[in-house]
């Protein structure tokens, strides 16, 4: 274990692990504040938006449009970027242990996601699955290598969806969306699962609802009703669970997720901040979606909440803007097209504009790490 020798300056240290769209986003953000001197740790050598993954999938874009590289980035802030994975943290020493070198923090700011859940499936981990960069590659490669003629799709969450569409644009391959209950998009609106259900099967895409899956295994999917279904390709998209540093970690939490007060710090550590996929944020009877818009706000939050701590001010509550009451999603139908949800209202056709923007907004995201 090397000791990180970061020279100690009178600057207020905060060191930010994970460098996804809450990490990287706070430290551009803290990067314009006084007094501050940040540390980046994140395994990765690029930045990543998800957002894209299903349209690297359909064939859409290539890497470049979806990723931008830590260290220009992290030169360009001022920051320093340490290659690095955490492992453990000691609360009362303020000290980040990572694979190789462990540092001191002032300030901790927690961020290091979320991943895939399999809920304990058996075969499912060996499923093909779009929630990294490496899964989505090797995704994309097989079914441009072996052209599947039958898809079966895990899940039917925004990323399920989108996942579909993209691929029901082959019309020589059978696309089958599965869902555990009973509608599509369960976490959206009803109104939302009636349009998405229309558009699905208006594109040939079969749709299984209340379909609980018991076991993946090569060449198909077995339910728990003890019917099965064959399949070249399963596509795992169904849930998420905290990153496994969170799981590790001895502080309070909700379902697993870091519980956080207003301000979005750890509740009862006043120098630990949560923010994005991996923290559970209640306020004022609202509670934050995990998604990137979320995470980004908090992101810009904590970075003035930051400033104000190297000043000596008192902190400012924050305000959940995407809440799981009223949603909002931007969702690819394929075709170049997406539809617009906001609670219980939805746009009624997929719209070339809206994938426009939608797409707009998420490559706009990753330049502004270039
Ligand atoms: C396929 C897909 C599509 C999506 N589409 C959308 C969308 O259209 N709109 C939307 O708003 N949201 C979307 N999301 C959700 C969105 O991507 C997440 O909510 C967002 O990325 C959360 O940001 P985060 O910073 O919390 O985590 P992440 O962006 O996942 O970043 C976490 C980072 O932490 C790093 N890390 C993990 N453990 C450690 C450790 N121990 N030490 C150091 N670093 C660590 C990881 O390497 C990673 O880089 C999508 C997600 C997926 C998977």
């Avoid at 551009?28 to 001197?37: F, P």
């Avoid at 540092?103 to 058996?122: C, E, H, S």
Wanted: aromatic share 6%; proline share 4%; hydrophobic share 40%.
């Amino acid at each position: 274990m090397r000791h990180m020798n970061l020279q100690r300056s009178d600057l207020l240290r905060v060191v930010v692990v994970g460098g996804g769209i809450g990490g990287a986003e706070l430290v551009r953000n803290a990067a314009t504040k006084e007094g501050l001197e940040l540390v980046l740790v994140e395994p990765k050598d690029r930045i990543e938006c998800q957002a894209l993954y299903p349209d690297y999938l359909g064939g859409r874009i290539e890497m470049e449009e979806m990723t931008a590289p830590l260290d220009p980035f992290c030169k360009k802030m001022n920051a320093v970027h340490l290659k690095d994975r955490a492992l453990r943290i000691d609360f009362a020493d303020k000290r980040v242990t990572c694979e190789k070198n462990d540092l001191d923090y002032d300030i901790l700011v927690l961020a290091p996601g979320a991943v895939q859940n399999y809920f304990g499936v058996k075969g499912a981990e060996k499923a093909f699955s779009i929630n990294t960069l490496e899964d989505t590659v090797e995704a994309r490669r097989f079914v441009e290598k072996k052209r599947p003629k039958k898809i079966a799709i895990i899940g039917s969450g925004p990323t399920g969806i989108e996942t579909a569409c993209f691929l029901a644009e082959d019309s020589n391959c059978t696309i089958y969306v599965i869902e555990m209950m009973n509608r599509l998009l369960p976490t959206l609106s009803k109104n939302a699962s009636i349009l998405m259900e229309k558009i699905l099967t208006g594109k040939g895409v079969e749709v299984l609802t209340k379909k609980k899956v018991d076991s993946i295994r090569d060449g198909g999917v077995t339910f728990a009703d003890e019917s099965s279904l064959d399949c070249e390709m399963a596509i795992w998209t169904a849930g998420i669970r905290p990153a496994p540093l969170i799981e590790n970690l001895g502080l309070p939490k909700k379902n697993g997720w870091l519980l956080c007060d207003q301000y979005l710090r750890v509740q009862g550590y006043e120098d630990v901040f949560a923010i994005g996929d991996c923290a559970w944020i209640e306020i004022g009877g609202k509670l934050a979606t995990k998604t990137g818009m979320e995470a980004e706000i908090q992101a810009k939050h904590t970075a003035r909440n930051l400033a104000r701590v190297a000043k000596g001010t008192d902190l400012k509550p924050y305000s959940i803007r995407a809440s799981t009451e009223s949603p909002v999603a931007l969702i690819t139908t394929g075709c170049g097209c997406a539809v617009g949800i906001y609670g219980d209202l939805c746009v009624p056709i997929p719209k070339r504009i809206i994938y426009t923007f939608k797409s707009w907004i998420d490559k706009s995201f990753v330049k502004r790490f270039k």
